[in-house]
C-alpha cells in the first residue's frame, strides 16, 4: 500500500474527523442545542408511568439530596 502524503493524507484525516462528527452529532450535539424538543418527548412517552408503582424495591423515588428547605426568614 502506498503512503498517502499531501492532501491525500489530509484528506483521509479530513474524513475521519468528519465522520466522527457525523456520528457523534446526533447522539450529543442535537440534544444540547434542542433541550425543549427532547423535553416534550420525554414527557409524551412517561405520560401514563407512576415512578411509584415501577420502582424496584420498594424503594423511594428518587429526591435531591441536595435541595435545601427555604427558611422561613427568607
Do not use: C
Amino acid at each position: 500500500m502506498p503512503r498517502l502524503t499531501g492532501w491525500r493524507y489530509a484528506g483521509l484525516i479530513g474524513g475521519l474527523i468528519g465522520a466522527i462528527g457525523l456520528a457523534i452529532y446526533p447522539i450529543i450535539i442535537d440534544p444540547m442545542l434542542n433541550v425543549e424538543k427532547y423535553k416534550r418527548i420525554q414527557e409524551q412517552t412517561r405520560a401514563h408511568i407512576k415512578q411509584e408503582d415501577i420502582q424496584p424495591g420498594n424503594m423511594k423515588v428518587w429526591t435531591d439530596p441536595f435541595d435545601r428547605k427555604k427558611s422561613q426568614n427568607s
